[in-house]
């Protein structure tokens, strides 16, 4: 488990993605969880339903009020592809000069368009989608 400082200072995309990767998966394998990517985090009859974001809200992020947005949304914007707005979210930057190299490696991924809506895929799909992300940005060390 990270503390909340340490997920606060995460600047590289694959970093976020590979600690969310983890927890989605941590989630799935834990009775009480379903993965609803509709949702970030809700709880009825006694199961709690999390998508990307909130599999890291859940195991991780604890109270960081207006900063989790960021993060959920970050992390929402990873999970469908959008990577430039995952870029600017995390971290609150304001610095979009990097907008055209960012889009250009990503249009260079043949891979980027295997998941765009995951939540039509399955939980298998899903976690293959973002495997092949994280691999990409990890490559790109982004």
Known sequence: MKTNQELLDIEKLHVLLRIAIDDLKTCISTPGYVID?????????NT????LAGAVMVQNLKDLGVQQTNWAQALDSLRTGDL???????GDRDDHS????????WLED????????????STGRILECLEAR???????DI
């Open 37 to 45: 990517m509709d949702n970030w985090v809700y709880h009825r009859d």
């Open 110 to 121: 043949p891979r980027r368009h295997i998941c765009l809506d995951s939540t039509k895929q």
């Open 98 to 105: 990097l907008a055209g190299p960012l889009e250009d490696l």
């Open 48 to 51: 709690c339903y999390v998508c």
């Open 84 to 90: 430039i707005m995952a870029w600017c979210l995390l």
């Open 134 to 140: 994280y691999d990409f940005l990890k490559q790109k």
